[in-house]
C-alpha cells in the first residue's frame, strides 16, 4: 500500500519544483532584424505590415501606434521573457520606432522545428 501512494506523492513533489521538463513556448511577433533595417521615416502603413506582419495589438483607441509583442518561456520553472516593439505613425506615415524585440529568434526556431519535420525543407535540401 504505501509503495501505491509513495508513486503519486512524488510525482506531485517534484512537478511543482521544476525538475521536470518544459517545453519552451514562444508567442506573439516575431520580428526579423532586417526588417527593422528596412524601416524608415515616412513609409505607410502597408508597407510597415509588410515588414513587420501584422501587429500583436492593434488598440482601437490608438490609431497612430501599433504594438509588437513576443514572449518565450525561459526556463525549466515558467519564467516569461516579454519584448515589445512599437511603431508610432503620424497622419498613416510612420514617424519612429522604439523598444526590443528577439531578432535571431526566427531563424533559430526555424532551424529547431525543421529537426522534427514540422517546416518545410528549403528548395535546395530536399530528402530523397
Not at 75 to 93: H, L, S, W, Y
Request: charge should be positive; include cysteine.
Amino acid at each position: 500500500m504505501h509503495k501505491l501512494l509513495l508513486v503519486p506523492l512524488l510525482a506531485l513533489a517534484t512537478s511543482g519544483c521544476g525538475l521536470l521538463y518544459k517545453q519552451p513556448i514562444y508567442q506573439g511577433n516575431l520580428i526579423d532584424g532586417s526588417a527593422v533595417e528596412q524601416l524608415q521615416v515616412g513609409m505607410g502603413k502597408a508597407q510597415v505590415e509588410a515588414l513587420l506582419g501584422t501587429p500583436s495589438i492593434a488598440d482601437p483607441f490608438h490609431h497612430q501606434r501599433w504594438d509588437y509583442t513576443a514572449s518565450q518561456r525561459v526556463d525549466r520553472r515558467g519564467r516569461t521573457e516579454i519584448k515589445n516593439f512599437t511603431v508610432f505613425f503620424e497622419n498613416d506615415q510612420l514617424a519612429r520606432w522604439e523598444g526590443e524585440y528577439f531578432p535571431k529568434r526566427d531563424e533559430e526556431l526555424a532551424a529547431e522545428m525543421r529537426k522534427f519535420g514540422n517546416l518545410p525543407r528549403e528548395k535546395g535540401n530536399q530528402r530523397r
